[in-house]
């Protein structure tokens, strides 16, 4: 399982750990990912999805699950996710 966030791309970065004598050697820089399970509204279902704590606050900020899908650009979002914005607007299009 990689360690990626399925629904802002967040992944992991490398840097140096610097020592008191200023040795550099290399280290990794992980996302703190949470397995959650999120409400979509239009579809009336709970999605567990792998999520970055940074993009569960989007999440919340932007209004919920379906409103954040709509809003972000699929090169983003992991293939489930894509998925799932593809259901959410099906169901609002037809709502409309």
Not at 38 to 54: I, N, P, Q
Not at 73 to 82: E, F, H, P, V
Request: glycine share 8%; with cysteine; charged share 25%.
């Amino acid at each position: 399982m990689s360690r990626i966030c399925e629904l802002t791309g967040k992944g992991r970065q490398v840097g140096h750990n610097v020592s008191h004598a200023n040795n550099k050697t290399k280290r990794t820089f992980l996302p703190n990912l949470q397995n959650v399970t999120l409400m979509s509204d239009s579809l009336g279902t709970s999605v567990k999805l792998r999520v970055s704590t940074h993009g569960l606050r989007s999440v919340e900020h932007n209004g919920g699950l379906d409103n954040w899908l709509l809003k972000t650009s699929d090169d983003k979002l992991s293939l489930k996710a894509r998925r799932l914005k593809r259901e959410v607007s099906k169901k609002a299009a037809a709502a409309a």
